[in-house]
């Protein structure tokens, strides 16, 4: 079992599109800020036993700044298997 933080600098952000207009497919890159927070802190737990561990991160800072996007914040989950 272990328990830690993960801390995160967001380095850059864009925004991909592919589509088909008039039978032709597409793709516009745009880069921008997005009202992102560039740093965010998760807290992070993991179980294992054997070759299989359990994860679970948790986001303890807002995915967007402050009064400038919806109210969101990460979390994600899963398993992994060593071989």
Known sequence: MS????VNYRI????????????QK???VSRG??????????ASVRFG??????FANY???????KNKGPQFTPFSAGISLSL
């Open 33 to 42: 800020h997005y009202q992102l927070n560039p740093f965010m802190v998760d």
């Open 12 to 23: 850059d952000s864009r925004l991909k599109q592919k589509y088909v207009l008039n039978d």
């Open 59 to 65: 986001s303890l800072t807002a995915m967007f700044e």
């Open 26 to 28: 597409l793709k516009d």
């Open 3 to 6: 328990v830690g933080a993960i």
């Open 49 to 54: 036993v054997g070759d299989f561990t359990a």
